[in-house]
């Protein structure tokens, strides 16, 4: 017998991938990217810095407030701005000053509220509408129109005006009926840009569910459009109930809020002026923050704005 060396096979690895790694990878890339774009934004630190001291005020307003906001005296009603009171007084006698940074809380938790209940109900129905798309998108789709239809200033008009007690749940409630249409529309819009990218193909291919397919690559690369808007989404709320507040169907007493600041001031815009313009400079300048940061992220986030 001849001595014929044996044939030998090496096995070949044949592992497929559903891109799940670089998919994650460039999710990383795309957040850190972002993150390095916005702290050379001085805008995004202007704003930042703004929206930290509103903040601060709204959770402890006690640090920055001289006097107790419900200890009001008839005797001293509609003082000017001076030493001992630095916004003056209002129509109670209560230091206006304090009670300006006191409504701070109820003003910005509408906003955070009305935002947060926004996004969530935009994921959801947007992310369903724009994967599944068909029937089930055509639905969705109406659903949405119709609500959008409706101006929500007029539609939490209507609302507000039958609820007899309307604190910050009530008042953020209607809001986030009348408010969760614009946002819905653009999370549908995003995620139908990466629906059919070869990475959610390739997990299709490999046999990944629909739950799957939506947590681990749609959701995470059509989230950030979102979260800009939802940023400037919070401003636009704030101001809002602002507005309804000074048309007497926002927020009601005992509550204390720059709405109600605005609504009691109108009757007295020549006389007291400094009634309606120090919570009007608040109100402006926490929308403006909200505003200028949702800009920020938005350009951070979006790849088409970066410079090639």
């Known amino acids: ?114 935002s947060l209940g926004v996004l969530l109900i935009s994921i959801v129905l947007g992310l369903t509408a724009g994967y599944f798309g068909s029937w089930i998108d055509s639905i969705i789709s109406r659903v949405t129109d119709m609500v959008f239809a409706v101006p929500f200033i007029l539609g939490a008009l209507v609302f507000l005006n039958v609820i007899s007690t309307r604190g910050v749940r009530e008042v953020a409630f209607v809001l986030i009926i009348f408010m969760w249409p614009t946002m819905t529309r653009l999370m549908r819009s995003s995620v139908i840009s990466v629906v059919n990218t070869e990475y959610v193909t390739a997990a299709r291919a490999l046999g990944a569910g629909h739950v799957t397919i939506m947590r681990r690559h749609i959701l995470p690369n059509s989230l950030g459009p979102v979260i800009g808007y939802a940023t400037v989404f919070t401003g636009i709320v704030i101001g809002a109930e602002a507005t309804l507040t000074y048309l007497g169907v926002g927020l009601q007493l005992p509550a204390i809020s720059w709405g109600l600041q605005l609504s009691d001031a109108k009757g007295y815009l020549t006389s007291f002026p400094h009634l309606l313009v120090f919570p009007l400079i608040f109100v402006s300048v926490t929308v403006f923050a909200f505003m200028t940061l949702g800009d920020a992220v938005r350009d951070a986030l979006d790849p088409k704005s970066k410079k090639k």
């Open 1 to 114: 017998m001849s001595n014929l060396p044996e044939a030998r096979t090496t096995p070949v690895s044949t592992s497929v991938s559903d891109g799940t790694e670089e998919n994650q990878a460039a999710e990383a890339s795309l957040w850190a990217d972002a993150w390095r774009s916005l702290r050379k934004n001085p805008w995004f630190l202007i704003s930042g810095t703004l929206l930290l001291l509103m903040l601060a005020m709204a959770l402890f307003p006690q640090l920055f407030a001289t006097y107790d906001p419900r200890e009001c005296f008839l005797s001293r009603n509609r003082q000017t701005p001076s030493a001992e009171h630095w916004f003056g007084t209002d129509i109670q006698g209560c230091d206006y000053y304090s009670r300006i940074i006191y409504g701070a809380r109820s003003s910005i938790a509408v906003g955070f509220i009305v």
